[in-house]
């Protein structure tokens, strides 16, 4: 099967069952949020999203096992939906992780065919609005679950509004200490070590 265009989401979006603003949403998908485009109709992109859920735990997706980055809020009527794909147990902890998949459709308008911008945005606003009161952290000096904890806490100071608050959050969890060198291959979604 030939591999599908990877896309990255400049905004959080709802994940619809047909290519309309009228259906069901079948979950919220996360700013920078990776997805596979298989189809574009009428100003929408049909997708595949995956992501990882704690075993009995499937409304919410994140984006490896073990680390607090949000993908997406699977609506609750439409958990049934979602295909296992894979399994993984962590060593460390027992817990069970679940690969899921679940596909949509999102506007076309909030897809981009490259992460970089995104990044660029979100450097952007971390370096100008998380340096008002104290000096600048550096991303890699926490863990992704650290950052969430922080971004919880120091993100409503800001003043930004949410959707800036999660893109910042996004971007510091994905170039956190312990996930910096477990990037999602943005091909292939396959988690790999660096240099490779």
């Known amino acids: 099967m030939a591999l599908a ?8 979006a709802a994940l619809s069952a047909a290519p309309s603003g009228q259906s069901s949403t079948l979950a919220t998908v996360s700013v920078a949020a990776r997805v596979e485009r298989l189809e574009t109709l009428d100003g929408f992109h049909r ?4 992501g990882w859920a704690r075993a009995g735990a499937s409304r919410v997706l994140f984006a490896l096992p073990g680390k607090r980055i949000l993908v997406a809020s699977i609506a609750k009527d439409q958990v049934d939906t979602l295909e296992q794909t894979g399994e993984l147990v ?14 949509g459709w999102i506007p076309e308008a909030v897809a981009e065919p490259q ?9 952007t606003l971390f370096a ?6 104290h000096q600048r952290r ?6 992704a679950n650290q950052w969430r904890s922080l971004i919880k806490v120091m993100g409503p100071r800001t003043g930004l509004p949410e959707e800036e608050q999660m893109l910042i959050l996004a971007f510091l969890q994905h170039h956190a200490s312990d996930t910096i060198v477990l990037r999602p291959n943005t091909r292939t979604g396959a988690v790999i070590a660096p240099g490779r």
């Not at 962590?90 to 596909?103: F, Q």
């Not at 100008?128 to 009161?133: H, N, Q």
């Open 47 to 50: 997708v595949a999203l995956e």
């Open 90 to 103: 962590d060593a460390d902890t027992g817990i069970t992780w679940n690969r899921m998949r679940i596909e």
């Open 5 to 12: 265009d990877p896309l990255f989401l400049s905004s959080s």
């Open 138 to 143: 550096v991303p890699d000096h926490y863990t």
């Open 128 to 133: 100008e609005r998380c340096t008002a009161c």
């Open 115 to 123: 992460i970089d911008p995104i990044w660029s945005a979100a450097w």
